[in-house]
């Protein structure tokens, strides 16, 4: 089966037809009204996860709250929120999210195959009946990847990746086009980009690229504009052109991860902040994006420095603030 749109073929389109159509009229009115919907959403189903990633934004901001949302709760806040505004996809992130399977079933109930998980990988992956794919996160290969993630980090996720691509066909699909991979790059990881993409074509079904976005000016991790990282995009660039079915960033937003994109400082300017409604573990709003903060008082990302993918995507496509 072709992919016409993020790995849907024909069939998924017409039997979503609502959601895509939703989602055209979105684009309409947002290009002839310059209205502002929310077309995606972004859920902290958790404030807990297994391991502490050293590049990771969310131990920034995050409350040492021990109350969750309940199941209950969620479906409750999935009507009034990402149902009413008639959202897309909405990404499951946390915390880790697998660490909550409950939360991830109510969701995929709710929305049928617009839920995307994404996972650091290191627990067995369930076979969700309606779930949209998987976003496993995997920092470079594997010495560099359990240096940001933690020993061992690495062969626990390939394993879970492999024995889910092992298992049975879901709804009638292969199971590896269940798993997307993620890699953010930073200065420790950008070596491995290409031994990565070598590693897994073949075996999953697409890889996607951000870059590191700091929330302090001297964060070491943060790959500078400049020579350096322009090569590094165009090496990626030069790879998707071999690999235009696995490499799923387009060309134009690579381009655009040379430089500054979205804002000025901490201050959002082209970047479409308002187009993902991005909730934290108790459901309240983040801000300025998804990997913000509902306490205006917590640590800001560097919006000038920002590699955030599902931003520069919409920037990509010629939404702007
Ligand atoms: C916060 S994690 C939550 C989901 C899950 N625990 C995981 O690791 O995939 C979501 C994604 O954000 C990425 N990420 C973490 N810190 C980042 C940063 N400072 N800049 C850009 N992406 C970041 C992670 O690598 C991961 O792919
Ligand atoms: S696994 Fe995900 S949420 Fe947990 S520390 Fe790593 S990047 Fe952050
Ligand atoms: S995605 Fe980047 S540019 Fe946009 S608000 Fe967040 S940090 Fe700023």
Same mark, same amino acid.
């Not at 959601?19 to 002839?32: G, Q, R, V």
């Not at 972004?42 to 404030?47: C, E, F, G, R």
């Given at each position: 089966m072709?992919?016409?749109? =993020?790995? /849907? ?9 609502p959601?895509?159509?939703? /989602? ?9 009204f310059?209205?502002? #919907?929310?077309? =995606? ?5 958790? %404030?807990? @996860?297994? !391991? ?10 995050r409350? %040492? ?14 009507? *009034? ?9 909405? $990404?499951?992130v946390g915390g880790?999210? !697998? /660490? &909550? ?6 969701? @995929?109930?709710e929305?049928?195959? &617009?839920?995307?998980v994404?996972? %650091?990988? $290191?627990y ?29 980090? =690495?062969?626990?996720?390939?394993? %879970? ?5 092992a298992? #049975?066909s ?6 590896w ?10 200065? /420790? *990881?950008?070596? $491995? ?11 999953i *079904? ?17 790959? +500078? ?17 071999r ?23 901490? $201050? +959002? ?15 309240k709003?983040?801000? +300025?994006c ?10 800001? +990302?560097? @919006? ?9 995507? !919409?920037v990509?496509?010629?939404l702007?603030?």
């Open positions: 072709v992919d016409l749109v =993020y790995g /849907m073929g024909i069939t998924d389109i017409v039997r979503d037809f959601a895509h159509f939703s /989602m055209l009229t979105k684009y309409l009115s947002i290009k002839l310059k209205s502002k #919907p929310f077309i =995606y959403g972004s859920a902290d189903i958790i %404030n807990i @996860c297994n !391991l502490h990633c050293s590049h990771c934004y969310w131990w920034k901001t409350r %040492n709250e021990k109350d969750e949302l309940s199941v209950e709760d969620w479906r409750k806040l999935i009507k *009034n929120t990402f149902k009413k505004h008639h959202v897309y996809v909405v $990404t499951l880790e999210p !697998l /660490m &909550r399977q409950e939360v991830v079933e109510t969701f @995929c109930e929305m049928p195959r &617009r839920i995307c994404v996972t %650091n990988g $290191t067995p992956l369930p076979r969700f009946k309606n779930l949209y794919f998987y976003w496993v996160s995997l920092d470079g290969t594997e010495q560099i990847h359990d240096s940001i993630r933690g020993k061992g980090a =690495y062969a626990k996720t390939k394993k %879970n990746i492999l024995d889910y691509i298992g #049975p879901r709804n009638g699909k292969p199971a086009k269940d798993i997307w991979i993620t890699m953010t790059i930073n200065s /420790m *990881n950008y070596k $491995t980009i290409e031994g990565l993409i070598e590693e897994w074509k073949g075996t *079904n697409k890889i996607g690229f951000q870059f590191h976005t700091p929330f302090d000016d001297n964060d070491p991790l943060w790959l +500078p504009f400049g020579e350096n990282r322009s090569k590094v995009v165009d090496k990626i660039i030069e790879l998707r052109k690999y235009p079915d696995f490499i799923m960033n387009t060309e134009k937003q690579l381009q655009l991860m040379k430089g500054t994109w979205g804002g000025t400082k901490t $201050t +959002p300017i082209d970047c479409p902040s308002w187009a993902i409604l991005s909730l934290d573990h108790k459901g709003t983040k801000h +300025p998804c990997i913000g903060s509902s306490d205006s008082n917590a640590l800001k +990302p560097i @919006c000038e420095k920002c590699g955030v993918g599902c931003y520069s995507i !919409l990509a496509q010629g702007k603030n």
